[in-house]
């Protein structure tokens, strides 16, 4: 038979494959949870090669559209806002990047179906304009839904924290060892706030100002009211995790109903789009002939601006606040 093995080939297999599980537990024993511990989350990752707190905490803001002292880098708020909640590092050159790309697809597009260097150049403005803003947009809502998933998990280590009897700062610091990106990076970074004068309230509040999550002001006015007249902030913060825990549920439970509409309106959506495109390749002259007139511009963007209408009359529908 082609593929039968003699005994000593059969041996050789079985010593080599002894041989890799024999490196792997090595590894798994010795090396596994150092290097675990280090890549938690981005400021762990750092501290194993920079011991200097101080200069992580620097660089974590700086890699955040901040100034050294956590204050904003760029003269648009709004704009500084968006950078920051989107935990984009290095943002500004990758928005660069996306813009670039955009603006180029653009005009190569229009200019392949126009043949006019003036509206190949405002579509490629638009899409140099358009595309990074959205980038951060859906940076930034996933980013609080992440956020939002571990922020019990967060309140929970903080409790078992202050039950066993630390205080509020090393319950903090526990979270920042514990928890990966994005929430363990956040309280790292308000936990080195601390360490370098900041009170606990003002690391909060600073915490609130970099995430933005909606959950997060409940979490700092329990600190506040705690750090101010007193009172059991471990059980404030036990009932504060239930109800925030019963919320993230129940926004999953509605994200599960809507998701049909979601599905109806992304291929209603898509659907004329990919007809469009299914047709310029296998009958290019089809539209080809007519695509020079304003008027079919102008019947094309009519017929976007209509389905566009739709899209956000669907999405309003099917996404509700809780």
């Avoid at 935990?87 to 050159?93: A, E, I, L, P």
């Avoid at 813009?99 to 405002?122: P, W």
């Avoid at 600190?223 to 007193?230: E, K, L, R, W």
């Amino acid at each position: 038979m082609p593929f039968e093995l003699d005994t000593p080939t059969i041996i050789i297999i079985c010593a080599a494959i002894s041989v890799v599980l024999f490196a792997e537990a090595v590894y798994l024993l010795g090396f596994s949870t150092a290097s675990y511990r280090s890549n938690v989350n981005r400021r762990l990752k750092l501290s194993s090669s920079q011991p200097d707190r101080e200069a992580i905490l620097i660089q974590l803001r700086r890699e955040r559209g901040l100034t050294n002292d956590g204050l904003f880098r760029f003269g648009l708020h709004w704009f500084n806002r968006l950078l920051l909640e989107s935990g984009m590092t290095r943002g500004v050159f990758t928005l660069a990047m996306v813009g670039f790309g955009a603006a180029s697809a653009a005009f190569a597009g229009v200019f392949k179906l126009r043949g006019s260097l003036i509206e190949a150049g405002v579509a490629a403005t638009v899409a140099a304009l358009l595309f990074p803003f959205l980038t951060l947009v859906v940076k930034r809502k996933r980013r609080h839904g992440k956020f939002a998933g571990q922020f019990p998990d967060a309140m929970d280590i903080i409790v078992r924290s202050l039950r066993a009897g630390h205080p509020v700062p090393v319950a903090i610091g526990l979270v920042a060892q514990e928890l990966p990106d994005p929430i363990g990076t956040e309280f790292g970074i308000a936990a080195d706030e601390i360490t370098y004068g900041a009170d606990v309230e003002t690391a909060m509040r600073n915490l609130y100002f970099r995430v933005g999550q909606e959950d997060l002001p409940l979490f700092v006015t329990a600190v506040a009211i705690q750090g101010s007249t007193g009172g059991n902030l471990s059980e404030i913060l036990s009932n504060l995790s239930s109800v925030i825990r019963q919320r993230f549920k129940m926004r999953r439970k509605i994200k599960a109903l809507a998701a049909e509409g979601k599905f109806s309106a992304i291929f209603l959506s898509g659907l004329p789009i990919a007809v469009f495109g299914l047709i310029n390749v296998m009958t290019p002259d089809f539209y080809g002939s007519i695509m020079k007139y304003d008027l079919t511009i102008w019947g094309l963007g009519l017929a976007g601006a209509w389905m566009l209408a739709g899209n956000i009359f669907m999405y309003k529908m099917c996404n509700f606040r809780i």
